[in-house]
């Protein structure tokens, strides 16, 4: 036999066991055609003695193998490679493209460059934002859920391709137990499930680009969704904010959305009032813009009740109302909804079909179980709980160090925002402070002038004991430039 | 006490435990308001009695909300709603919006209408496309895949959200298992994990949209594809196919990309010649175009060998390679992938990230163990076995019954494309089929041009026994038209 036998190895790191791992390793070796069939495998005494394992396991992965179709036992000559897995016909040569320069040049697309350093973990204080702490993850209930999903009598419904796509169960479960408590009442044609809020909102731009009218946006306000419109297509013109949320008087005339983020402004975290909200309303109608309320950490309260939403405050239909279960869920999971006219959601659910078809089913299935067996509820109140003591530690320790920054008031939500004097510079303190280990979001990012007059701490990921440390940093920082 | 003990009553249709269906019942009306902490619950003997079930599955039950926080125990009192649960205010009316006029109205998206009727496995002859066989799913190795993804050691790294969040696991069985058979050795920022092919061919119009320059597709072409650039902003022009697949010659000039479906074009199912496929990259160069490569149905060959990718006869960089695993998985997964030159996908992820961020961590960590445990391959076979069988009977009964029509020469793939003379009209064949319980794809979904001489039959769906009923079915219509 002129072939070397190939020097099987187990992979260091594995969460298999170890049957799965051997499997794993020879059918490797089958697809990297370092096996092929003229060639005995080594018997189970002889892998078993090569890996360190018992003979056993080599028999029980040799026979999965051969269960697969991988392997085949000749009587008293051993175990080969099954010749029809190995008809493959590869290529020996790489084709080394990695030298090669770009076919194409592409203009930058203008976008506000939004995301964290990759190694955001490794900072001792990363006070930003959309990282939840994943010890929170409920995983034995998400077990669960997976597990009821995935039962036989289930499975034909989620295996279907239509663009109609979303989830009955699901749909239900929005309704009854999360749209009902923002007081939204709805039929099921006036929901479409998105990947996330980020999804909803682009799809909604991708909806209305052609009408070739601007999308006004809070400035400062949400980066990505200002992403997501101008990359579908649309203009965007930003409107300020003060304490009481987006100025509706400073709308300008002509636009036909109005994006605003009224449980907690985005990112200022000042909840719109009750007043403010009748205005945007009113002014809807007066000027014929709808108005796209992304209900970002509505749960988000420790001190009083959820604001009313807008759109349960509707009676004209012009609310789109958006909302993302990753806050409360997992941001990995991707899964979010809008709600709106029927005829809007019709426009929507043709642009997702083009996009992406719709989400996938077997994590709609599994999110639906989820709220069913009612651990969605009580995941919240746990999250709810935990923040709350955070926000607190947070407050106490900002009031201590930064009094000097202007604050503004907020009452809930997973950050704060805190603004400088006239000429302060707070993207030179985001690179002062990475040098000390210190994370915070800087202001230019969410304001579409540009200012750097503020930042943003989130809090969500911090470990509660180093929360007032590194805010003492912070202040040492800040006290540089005032 | 005043308020109406409310009726329980146990969901008809569950595949939840009987436990579970009461802590599902009960947590609902929780929500609903039906139950208020001022009221006990009926004890677990009389919800036993009421519901028809045994006392210990009731106190399981209640045990089970207790535990979420839902319920509380008063001593000799009994069980009530725990009033922390109840704090929901909830706002009694309901926004009747259902009979309000839009507030916007949309111009139509000049898409191809391409979906099939919703109830289209309510006809006695589904010969439509990208249906597949549900049987032939793997339940049972899907299953264990999720298990072991969900195992513990491994949750931190699929909670993360980032954009950048493609799975290292899945990167990498893509590449040795996948790939690889295709002929293409890439690194790991040459390749992006989409939503599905769909996601893939959306999100290349994106990326290039801002040049302006058209989008050649193949007429009689994939008009899934086509809505995709048109709604990412493209100019879209066809370049007509012959028995050789498309013909290069036709290309016009300025065109930005080309959009090919060379293993089996999609729809008449031949496969690109080894002459064509290099003029076509001769001409990528001279003009200056890049090239997608569908490679839809690459594994649908049941005589041949696969032909070669384009990607892998690329020495320029030229070729954008998108793959799905809709076929050979489930379509209601959703996982796709594009290989470009590293810029392009960089650019590529950029779109990707402010459209959605990322697939759903989790499906992708699942479809990955399931390469890794050889479960691809085998299914693979299995499928390819199936169809093989499935193919030559429809090949034998379209030969039997419906030789007056032209064939397009196929060797592989999971459907025929069929032509009738000129002046034959596929659309009143298709309508007076749908009486008869037949459903085909009619020609003029496909073509630009919208002829309507040809029609395509899929045959993934149809039962093995009553595909040439069904073909004799159609060979009576057309007999009427001919």
Redesign the interface.
């Known amino acids: 036999m002129d072939s070397i036998t190939p020097i099987f190895v187990l992979p260091e790191d594995s969460?298999?066991g170890l049957r799965?791992q051997i499997?794993?390793m020879v059918?490797?070796a089958i697809?990297?055609q370092a096996l092929s069939p003229e060639k005995r495998l080594p018997s189970c005494r002889e892998m078993a003695e090569q890996l360190g394992v018992s003979r056993n396991t080599v028999f029980s992965a040799y026979n999965r193998?051969m269960d697969?179709?991988?392997l085949i036992a000749k009587n008293r000559s051993g175990y080969f490679v099954n010749p029809?897995?190995h008809?493959?016909?590869?290529?020996g040569h790489?084709?080394d493209?990695?030298d090669?320069?770009?076919?194409?040049k592409?203009?930058p697309?203008g976008?506000v460059p939004v995301?964290n350093p990759?190694n955001w973990k490794s900072y001792t204080y990363p006070f930003i934002y959309?990282?939840i702490d994943?010890d929170l993850?409920p995983?034995d209930s998400?077990?669960e859920c997976?597990?009821?999903a995935?039962?036989?009598?289930?499975?034909?419904a989620?295996?279907?391709?239509?663009?109609?796509?979303d989830s009955p169960q699901l749909l239900q479960q929005l309704r009854?137990?999360l749209l009902?408590?923002r007081?939204?009442?709805?039929?099921k044609d006036?929901v479409l499930i998105t990947?996330?809020a980020?999804?909803a909102l682009?799809i909604i731009g991708?909806?209305?680009a052609?009408?070739k009218k601007p999308i006004a946006i809070e400035d400062p306000g949400f980066s990505?969704g200002r992403?997501?419109f101008q990359?579908a297509?649309n203009k965007v013109v930003g409107v300020p904010v003060d304490n009481q949320g987006l100025i509706v008087s400073r709308i300008p005339d002509n636009c036909?959305l109005v994006f605003t983020t009224p449980s907690h402004q985005f990112p200022t975290m000042v909840t719109m009032t009750n007043q403010r909200r009748k205005k945007l309303l009113e002014a809807a109608v007066a000027k014929d813009f709808?108005i796209i309320e992304d209900d970002y950490e509505a749960e988000m309260n420790f001190f009083n009740?959820r604001s009313?939403s807008l759109?349960?405050?509707?009676?004209?239909?012009?609310v789109i109302y958006v909302g993302s279960l990753?806050k409360t869920l997992?941001?990995?999971?991707?899964?979010g909804f809008m709600v709106a006219?029927?005829?809007?959601i019709r426009?929507a659910r043709?642009?997702r079909?083009?996009?992406?078809?719709?989400?996938?089913?077997?994590?709609q299935e599994v999110v639906a179980l989820f709220f069913?067996?009612?651990?969605y509820?009580?995941h919240l109140?746990n999250i709810e709980r935990r923040y709350k003591r955070r926000w607190h530690v947070m407050n106490d320790a900002i009031n201590k160090h930064l009094g000097m920054l202007e604050q503004a008031p907020t009452r809930g939500g997973t950050c704060f925002w805190l603004t400088g004097p006239k000429g302060f510079n707070s993207t030179e303190l985001g690179e002062r402070l990475r040098e000390r280990g210190v994370l915070i979001d800087i202001g230019e990012r969410f304001s579409l002038k540009k200012d750097q007059r503020s930042f943003r701490l989130g809090f969500a990921f911090v470990p509660l004991k180093k929360l007032e440390e590194g805010i003492r940093i912070i202040s040492e920082e800040v006290k540089r430039q005032i």
Chains 1, 2 share one sequence.
Not at 87 to 91: A, R, S, V, Y
Not at 353 to 363: D, L
Request: glycine share 6%; proline share 5%.
């Open positions: 969460s298999l799965d499997c794993e059918s490797s697809t990297n193998l697969l179709g991988l029809i897995a008809e493959q016909d590869l290529h790489r084709a493209l990695s090669i320069p770009a076919p194409v592409f203009k697309l976008l995301d990759l959309n990282q994943p993850f995983v998400w077990r997976t597990r009821l995935l039962r036989r009598t289930k499975m034909p989620w295996r279907d391709d239509s663009v109609e796509s009854q137990r009902s408590t007081g939204i009442y709805i039929d006036e990947l996330g980020q999804n682009y991708a909806s209305f052609h009408r990505y992403n997501a990359l297509g036909q709808l009740n009313q759109r349960s405050l509707d009676k004209n239909g012009r990753s997992s941001p990995g999971i991707r899964l006219h029927r005829d809007i426009q043709i642009v079909g083009v996009m992406m078809r719709h989400a996938p089913t077997i994590v069913q067996l009612g651990y509820d009580s109140r």
